[in-house]
């Protein structure tokens, strides 16, 4: 069974970068696209940030721009990483990692995801 876990999140503040990685246990990431979503407050819907295919192909939804989250993995370590620039209060939000069921790529909506860290809170303030 596959687990995620995020790490890396905290204070930043607004023009900043962060990074911030996905760490999996119980399964070779290799098989999975893994996509970042975030959550602005608890209710709200989980929006998707970007998204790695299991091939490397990566591609980020929205209207967010395609600079500021970077997106890649490392399957040797089991690990998928958010690098993340010029952030501004916006940002603020928990970050989850997530994985689709195998034969899935980069699903848009976050309810096809069946793996889900527990997220990391990034708060961009002065």
């Known amino acids: 069974q596959l687990q995620l876990v995020e790490s890396g999140g905290g204070l930043v503040q607004p023009g900043g970068s962060l990074r911030l990685s996905c760490t999996a246990s119980?399964?070779?990431?290799?098989?999975?696209?893994i996509t970042w979503f975030r959550q602005v407050a608890p209710g709200k819907e989980r929006e998707g940030v970007t998204?790695?295919?299991?091939?490397?192909?990566?591609?980020v939804y929205g209207d967010l721009e395609k600079g500021r989250f970077i997106i890649s993995r490392d399957n040797a370590k089991n690990t998928v990483d958010l690098q993340m620039y010029s952030l501004s209060p916006e940002d603020t939000a928990v970050y989850y990692c997530?994985?689709?069921?195998?034969?899935?790529?980069?699903?848009?909506?976050?309810?096809?995801?069946?793996?889900w860290g527990q997220g990391t809170q990034v708060t961009v303030s002065s």
């Open positions: 997530a994985a689709p069921p195998l034969g899935r790529s980069c699903p848009r909506n976050w309810h096809e995801y069946d793996y």
């Open positions: 119980g399964a070779f990431l290799d098989y999975y696209s």
């Open positions: 998204c790695i295919s299991n091939d490397g192909g990566t591609l």
